[in-house]
């Protein structure tokens, strides 16, 4: 392998740090791959599932503190504590230093240190960016195999000689009083300590996919984004391409990989959680998916709510956190409609009904892109494919309409930035509550999300053809708390109407919010949808929105002059809107 001075630099540093019993370089080969997970069956880090129905295919169970993203351990340290903004922790760089340090000094005594070079991106694409990550965890490596591409690909598409993300982790002794994920974005630098546990371990993930590279995005004049890649195909064959950016588990990887349910119609998957978008030198705004694998969420999961995901992952996968049925199968609620008996649960122990969840609610499944029974042909070209639409969704319950498409660019970002969503699983913390989430990003966005919104608003205007942006709510529910959408793969006919509005031949009505398709513009044929309904999933109720906008004030007060105006300004003319609309 190549590697540069500056690569050598920092892992002697690292080692200098942790103080490895050996040092083992990973080249990304099959033969690496199952050389590691001999070794995990071996020392009990993975289990293997049943060969015949699950070829290839590993349990891991985490530790029970250990289970999700710890959002209030994860600091943004910038040297100017307003550039990582209001909704981020903040830490000076020699302060995380000093205390990720104490955690981190001889935490790998006794253990390897993996070196992993990987690339996120293409191999040829101009957008695909490299990291050397080092971790001393066996699961993280295997994990990374998945995820990303890894090996000497990384060091040939470096630009110069410190072109690249460099991300150091150790597991430490898994105590939560001694966990902490630091991102240094002025020096490209990732610390993560005391986590074994997806986000806070696979750096290539959220901290290089989209905190580092967010910062990084906003300097070279790209969008790092967390958002599902679909290709959606007509009768006639036309392929129009739609990013959306949804908060984890809120329906984007079964958004990312619908089954239609129109004649004529289905879709093609390229990518279900982050997209690399830039303008190319005709205007068009491109993206790619920077990683190689899928991290998704496996509860509820099912045949019925993800055919594809449920298919894809009968064959090399590493599942998290599941459960365990007595034939080695991985079991999750709602993969079937009841629970098989003799289930063991995520932690190992039998499980008897009515004694909690057998799976944890954020237990995952780690899959390579390419099995997906949907994946788009073209979803490793280089150049990316063309967006012709944006889609913001989130989960509630209440207020948003199921569909509606912003007037513009500049309110389509309003739209984003106002966006909030109920809790899940996937966050430490509480389920259900109502919390501000801009664009699916307040938890990963790695700089202040005023200038976020500001680097959003530049982007639109150097568009040829800005993509148009729609919002979506799959969740609305009726009085009597039952969903107002079957969703899944009805989604399809909202993702119908939308081709349709950028094509021009769809029809909708003007609202304070934005344009909201006409009864007849959404193919409901089939379903069991009455007009009533279908109308109060689409309602735009004028006492639920001037509520919900008094609570941004308070939100946008927090970035102080540095929000961009057009935001406050959107603000008020969305409440003008509303107000005039009672008087007529």
């Known amino acids: 392998m190549s590697v540069t001075s500056a690569v050598e630099r920092w892992l002697d540093e690292a080692a200098e740090l942790t103080r490895p019993a050996k040092v083992l370089w990973c080249d990304g080969s099959p033969a690496e791959y199952d050389r590691l997970a001999d070794e995990m069956l071996r020392d009990g880090t993975l289990l293997a599932l049943n060969p015949r129905t699950y070829p290839g295919c590993y349990l891991h169970r985490s530790h029970p503190s250990d289970v999700a993203r710890t959002e209030q351990l994860t600091f943004i340290c910038t040297w100017a504590r307003e550039d990582a903004g209001p909704t981020n922790n903040w830490m000076p760089p020699a302060d995380g230093k000093v205390r990720a340090g104490a955690f981190l000094r001889s935490s790998m005594r006794g253990r390897t240190m993996y070196v992993i070079p990987y690339l996120m991106g293409p191999a040829g694409s101009p957008m695909s960016r490299t990291g050397v990550m080092v971790t001393d965890s066996a699961y993280v490596v295997a994990s990374m195999h998945l995820m990303t591409r890894v090996g000497p690909v990384a060091f040939r598409h470096m630009r110069s000689d410190d072109d690249f993300v460099a991300g150091l982790h150790s597991l430490g002794d898994l105590s939560p009083e001694r966990r902490l994920i630091l991102h240094f974005p002025e020096e490209q630098l990732i610390w993560s300590v005391g986590s074994g546990y997806g986000g806070n371990a696979l750096l290539g993930k959220k901290c290089h996919a989209l905190r580092i590279a967010s910062w990084r995005a906003r300097q070279e004049g790209w969008l790092a984004e967390h958002m599902l890649i679909i290709g959606v195909e007509d009768p006639a064959g036309r392929v129009t391409y739609l990013a959306a950016a949804m908060p984890s588990a809120s329906g984007k990887t079964n958004l990312s990989m619908v089954v239609s349910t129109l004649p ?321």
Request: hydrophobic share 40%; net charge neutral; proline share 9%.
């Open 264 to 584: 004529g119609w289905r879709a093609w998957t390229l990518g279900d959680d982050i997209a690399w978008m830039w303008i190319d030198a005709q205007g068009q705004l491109r993206a790619i998916n920077p990683e190689r694998g899928f991290f998704g969420v496996a509860p509820n999961t099912s045949p019925r709510t993800n055919r594809n995901a449920t298919e894809m992952v009968h064959a090399n996968t590493i599942f998290t956190n599941v459960a365990l049925t007595p034939s080695g199968e991985p079991w999750w609620e709602g993969l079937t409609p009841e629970p098989p008996a003799g289930l063991v649960d995520w932690q190992g122990q039998p499980w008897r009904p009515g004694g909690g969840p057998a799976a944890h609610p954020n237990s995952r499944f780690t899959v390579p892109v390419a099995q997906c029974p949907s994946v788009a042909p073209n979803w490793e070209d280089p150049q990316g494919v063309p967006i012709s639409g944006l889609i913001f969704g989130s989960r509630r319950s209440a207020v948003i309409p199921l569909v509606f498409e912003a007037f513009d660019w500049r309110h389509g970002v309003f739209l984003g930035s106002a966006m909030s969503t109920e809790t899940t699983a996937a966050i430490t913390g509480t389920v259900g509550l109502v919390r501000r989430d801009p664009m699916a990003m307040l938890p990963f966005c790695g700089y202040n999300m005023a200038d976020y919104f500001a680097h959003w608003l530049t982007t639109g205007p150097r568009i040829a053809t800005p993509p148009r942006i729609f919002r979506v709510n799959w969740f609305r529910r009726d009085a009597d708390g039952r969903f107002l959408w079957p969703g899944y793969g009805e989604n399809m006919r909202v993702l119908r109407w939308m081709v349709e509005r950028i094509r021009g031949s769809a029809d909708a009505v003007e609202t304070p919010i934005g344009w909201v398709p006409t009864p007849a513009a959404l193919d409901t044929s089939g379903l069991d949808l009455g007009p009533a309904q279908l109308a109060a999933a689409l309602r735009c109720d004028r006492g639920e929105w001037l509520a919900a906008l008094r609570d941004l004030d308070a939100f946008y007060a927090g970035f102080g002059p540095r929000l961009p105006a057009s935001i406050a300004e959107t603000l008020a003319e969305t409440r003008r809107r509303l107000r005039d609309s009672a008087r007529r």
